[in-house]
């Protein structure tokens, strides 16, 4: 079956501007994740979602990320004022139901922010 | 706060040489414990995990790995990799509050044929 993915695959933005990140997770995938993976570093966890409501947003850096799930399906990481240090690939994952189960990976989005 | 050690950035070795990537992690209670694999170009998967019961785990492709709780350790182990093994190879633990992973730095895994 289809796996979990994300759009756009790259993108390219100047700083000082926001940026909309897609993920689409499994279908059924009630759990949802973000991570994002800066170079040279593992995966970083950002926020998780269960169903619509964000169980844990305790990995969002500042104020500036912001991240929905209006129908407990598709989720969008928002980036305000987007800043260089913000480049980095960000991952979405998900899984069937509790935390306790395996984590599926999408192929990620390449942020660079000039 | 819980963090995940591994030990090596970068492995090189030839086909059919033996491969143990270590991982050391902090948090002392109960852990459930994973090793996710990204080979070029493609996204991560998991190799294998270890929830609890036999601490010596196997997973996909001939990897093994063993929990040893007394070290913190979750040690990966193939005893004859491939080409096809080159990767980059995580260790992650998950979190106290069971909402996510906690992953190491990674290790690169360079097998020459």
């Known amino acids: 079956g289809a796996g979990v993915s994300q759009t756009p695959s790259n993108k390219v933005t100047e700083k000082g501007k926001y940026v909309e990140l897609r993920c689409d997770p499994i279908?059924?995938?009630?759990?949802l994740y973000w991570y994002r993976q800066s170079l040279g570093q593992g995966p970083e966890f950002l926020i998780y979602?269960?169903?619509?409501?964000?169980?844990?947003d305790s990995g969002l850096p500042n104020d500036r990320f912001f991240a929905v799930r209006p129908e407990g399906s598709v989720s969008t990481l928002k980036i305000q004022r987007t800043e260089r240090g913000d480049s980095a690939v960000y991952l979405c994952?998900?899984?069937?139901?509790?935390?306790?189960?395996?984590?599926?990976f999408g192929p990620g989005t390449r942020l660079l922010v000039l | 706060a819980q963090s995940v050690s591994q030990h090596n950035h970068h492995v090189i070795l030839s086909e059919a040489a033996s491969l143990e990537l270590g991982c050391n992690y902090s948090?002392?209670?109960?852990?459930?414990l994973f090793w996710y694999v990204q080979y070029p170009g493609q996204h991560l998967q998991l190799l294998l995990k270890?929830?609890?019961?036999?601490?010596l785990v196997k997973g996909i492709k001939g990897f093994e790995a063993e929990f040893i709780k007394s070290k913190f350790s979750f040690n990966l182990r193939k005893p004859s990799v491939q080409w096809s093994d080159t990767a980059e190879y995580f260790c992650?633990?998950?979190?106290?509050?069971?909402?996510?992973?906690?992953f190491g730095k990674g290790t690169t895994l360079s097998v020459s044929s």
């Open positions: 948090y002392g209670g109960t852990v459930n």
């Open positions: 979602f269960q169903g619509t409501g964000a169980a844990d």
């Open positions: 270890y929830f609890s019961g036999d601490p």
């Open positions: 994952a998900s899984s069937p139901g509790t935390t306790q189960e395996t984590q599926y």
């Open positions: 992650a633990v998950r979190n106290q509050a069971g909402t996510a992973l906690i």
């Open positions: 279908s059924g995938h009630t759990a």
